[in-house]
């Protein structure tokens, strides 16, 4: 999926600084030295396999993405702290008082996919209008980045977000994970299998009337089913761009004259 770099791409030093002197001036220095240095960490850690420029993007749409949770949790009400990278993990948002019910932690969990299915659309735009490989790779990335956050299992967003309709809902996510296993065995899937494992106890044991329960996960059908409609829009469009992006990469490689991906 990855393509070398076909373009240099300039990023005005200037924005850069408004961009930095707006985070400064939301007075939490902490915050963006903690963003800051893990964002740079991820960005070096990923530079030696892919190079610096499309590490420097992928790191951007991951940031992007939590932007999305962030802005959303703080939207609601929710302290919530900065955005912390782990290379090859990705990276999160904590949320420092947890929300009250299922449709606020839907609803933080939907915004970070939804954000960054722009940040990936506006990456795709650009690689079409100036014709960058760079780019479009990059697209490739966000769009299946956003695509893989909606298996429907804790702790993916899209455990936060089928969680409306039931925490029974999870079980379905195990069959994915196990699927994906297949395709891509990888340490980081057994990572969220093992994080995963007591989510899916308890969406097994799950009783809609326990009280607890019927207060958090209260909330009217037609609210769970909006949130089960933008879910599947949005894994939908994800599911087409990711597929059409691969077949163009393909195609890009193949007139290149390397072999197919
Ligand atoms: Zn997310």
Redesign the pocket.
Known sequence: MVEGPQRQIGYAPGTMIKALLLLLSAGKLGKVFLTGGTMLLSVFAYALIYGWWYAVGFVLLIFV??M??YLAARQRGLNVGAPTFIPFVGA?VELKNMPHDVETEAYI?IA??FV?TLGALVCYFLARNYDSNLLLALSYAGFFLNLF?LIPLSP??GGRITAIVSPRMWIAGVPILIGLFFIMPSPMLILVGLLAAPQVLKAWHYDPNAPENAAYYGVPTRTKVEYAFYYLLLLGFLAIMANDVHEMLRTIHAVKGGSTI
């Open positions: 993405h939590e999305g949770h999160w969990g970070g996919p960054g956050n993916f967003d």
